[in-house]
């Protein structure tokens, strides 16, 4: 009988923490410092297969030094596979090799932000804000770390 109640009571804790985060609001942009200065971001991403080899490349007038991730991901969401990379130039580009384990469809990306891009360096922080809430335009999307420029290809087709 204890095991029953106990079992009970855990189980109500555990789906009170469950439902208690359904009734969150939306996730607002994160506000820009007074005084700073907006910069809208451009760019683009493409996805080329060559063989078994997938290059995704991109530009952007994000200064350089800035840290971005080359990424694929499936048709369906789920990560592929993804590779830290600083801006230099036009160096924002990366090749891939293609495995019998990938999707047979992908899309290439190029992305800028302050979390899964690993440590920005200071300057770039202060272009763009601690969580690069300066950065506006089109390909900008927002979650609880900040603002993330985003630039995807056209879909892949690996099979």
Not at 61 to 88: L, Q
Not at 115 to 136: C, M, R, V
């Amino acid at each position: 009988m204890k095991r029953k109640i106990t079992a009970i009571v855990l189980l109500c804790a555990i789906l009170t923490l469950l439902l208690a985060g359904c009734g969150a609001g939306p996730v607002n942009k994160p506000a820009m410092k007074s005084g700073a200065a907006a910069f809208t971001v451009t760019g683009s991403c493409q996805a080329v297969l060559n063989g078994s080899t997938l290059t995704v490349s991109g530009t952007s007038n994000i200064e350089d030094g800035a840290m971005a991730t080359i990424s694929v991901y499936s048709a369906s969401g789920s990560m592929v596979e993804i590779v830290n990379v600083a801006k230099s130039g036009d160096n924002l580009k990366h090749d891939f090799t293609v495995t019998s384990k990938w999707p047979d469809a992908v899309y290439g990306f190029v992305t800028f932000d302050t979390y899964q891009a690993g440590t920005q360096p200071q300057k770039i922080l202060d272009l763009y804000g601690s969580q690069f809430e300066n950065l506006q335009g089109s390909s900008t999307v927002w979650d609880t770390h900040g603002v993330a420029a985003v630039f995807q290809s056209e879909l892949v087709k690996i099979r």
